[in-house]
Nanobody, 115 residues
Framework: QAQLVESGGGLVQPGGSLRLSCLAS????????MSWYRQAPGKERELVARITSAGGGTNYADSVKGRFTISRDNAKNTVYLQMNSLKPEDTAVYYC????????WGQGTQVTVSS
């Protein structure tokens, strides 16, 4: 079965950086677009970024544009989210998924931005 395992979260001060990773297995990673979502306490899950299967196209939520960068390494079956200039409002659990594919959500990785 398809599996996605997020990692790289942690506690960081405002203005700091983190790089999240999502390791995929159980499917042909290189033919799927990938997305990052996040969910903060008391709020709905929101789309943060998307990347096409070969990595040639990306898009971002307005709230993270210019600060976050999504990328992928198909040889490693991994998608990344580089997060710079972090703000307290970026605090959330971050999840990855195949773009447009319904399924269960994994554990995610917690990002906490606090002074």
């Amino acid at each position: 079965q398809a599996q996605l395992v997020e990692s790289g979260g942690g506690l960081v001060q405002p203005g700091g950086s983190l790089r999240l990773s999502c390791l995929a297995s159980g499917f042909t990673f290189s033919i799927y677009g990938m997305s990052w979502y996040r969910q903060a306490p008391g709020k709905e899950r929101e789309l943060v970024a998307r990347i096409t299967s070969a990595g040639g196209g990306t898009n971002y939520a307005d709230s993270v544009k210019g600060r976050f960068t999504i990328s992928r390494d198909n040889a490693k079956n991994t998608v990344y989210l580089q997060m710079n200039s972090l703000k307290p409002e970026d605090t959330a659990v971050y999840y990855c998924k195949r773009t447009g594919i319904s399924g269960s959500w994994g554990q995610g990785t917690q990002v906490t931005v606090s002074s």
